[in-house]
């Protein structure tokens, strides 16, 4: 019969614990994560004063107004990393750094994330 001294035993299980930790690392980071990518989610959109009255004539520089929009979701769902994508219409100049905001319904709840890509004149 083998006789295994205890430093032995200790070092054998450093071995094998740090075996797991790699294996078990490895499984982690294979899992790969696909969000969807959901188009035409924006069935109407409109540009009203900050208020939400009717504009009088074009948007001055530094204007504040508002954007509302109906969207309408596959089946009213969506999962968690999800993403749609609109283009800035030709009219909008955005010369700002990119900027994420929060997309709020009428009842005060946060629904998304929107983040600006101004090079690309889009917002997903």
Do not use: C
């Not at 790699?22 to 696909?34: D, E, K, L, P, R």
């Not at 109407?44 to 530094?62: A, F, I, R, Y």
């Amino acid at each position: 019969m083998l006789k295994i001294g205890k430093k032995a035993k200790q070092r054998i299980g450093v071995v094998l614990f740090l075996l797991a930790l790699i294996f078990g690392f490895n499984i982690i980071s294979n899992q790969v994560i696909h969000a969807k990518t959901i188009p035409n989610v924006i069935t109407s959109m409109k540009v009203t004063s900050s208020e939400g009255k009717p504009l009088q004539g074009d948007l001055k520089k530094w204007q504040d107004f508002k954007v509302s929009a109906t969207f309408s979701l596959p089946n009213n769902t969506v999962e968690a990393g999800d993403t749609t994508t609109i283009d800035f219409p030709k009219q909008l100049v955005y010369n700002s750094p990119n900027k994420s905001f929060n997309i709020v319904s009428s009842q005060g709840d946060i629904v998304a994330v929107a983040k600006i890509d101004a090079a690309k004149k889009k917002l997903s």
